[in-house]
C-alpha cells in the first residue's frame, strides 16, 4: 500500500494524468497522491486536482495542501537564466 | 491605506503585474495582495508570485495562503459545459 505518489504532470492526454491520480487511491489503496508540475504544466496540474476533487473521485478526496516555488535555471550557452516555477498539489482521501 | 488588494493576471506584459502588486505593497502600504488567475492564466499568476517573492521584493514577502477552486460554465449555445480553474495566492508582507 502506497502511502504518497508523486504525478508528475506533463504533456500526454489529460484524462490520463486524471486516472493516473484516481488509481492510485483506489487500486493502491495510497492515503495522499502530489501532483507536481512545472512552467505552463501548472495550470494542467490545478485543472487534474480539480477534476479528480469534483467529478472523478466527488466527496471522496480533498486538498490536503498546495505549495509554489521556482528556481533559475540556464537556458542556453550564453550563460542566460530564466526562473521556472514550481506547484506541489496534494490530495489526501477522506477518511 | 489598502488593507488587502486584488490582482487579477490577464494577458498584458507580465512585468505589468509584476510592478502591480509590488506597488501594492510599497506605494499603497498594503498588508496582503491577492493575486487571481483563471484558467491558462494559473502559471503566469505562480510566475508573478514567484518574481515578486524571490527577486523583486527578497525577503520582504511571504506567501500566506493558496487554494485553487473550479467551476463549470458553458462554453457555448448548445450547452456544452467546461470546467475553469481557478487560482488565489495570498502575499503577505513580513513584519
Chains 1, 2 share one sequence.
Do not use: C, H, W
Request: aromatic letters at 6%; charged letters at 30%; proline letters at 1%.
Amino acid at each position: 500500500m502506497a502511502e504518497q505518489t508523486i504525478i508528475y504532470i506533463g504533456n500526454k492526454p489529460f484524462m490520463n494524468y486524471v486516472t493516473a491520480v484516481a488509481m492510485q487511491f483506489t487500486s493502491q489503496d495510497a492515503k495522499e497522491v502530489v501532483i507536481k508540475a512545472r512552467g505552463r504544466y501548472i495550470s494542467r496540474a490545478v485543472d487534474v486536482a480539480e477534476v479528480v476533487r469534483k467529478k472523478f473521485m466527488a466527496g471522496q478526496v480533498d486538498i490536503k495542501s498546495i505549495s509554489i516555488d521556482s528556481e533559475e535555471r540556464q537556458v542556453d550557452q550564453t550563460g542566460k537564466k530564466r526562473r521556472i516555477s514550481s506547484i506541489e498539489i496534494v490530495l489526501v482521501k477522506k477518511q
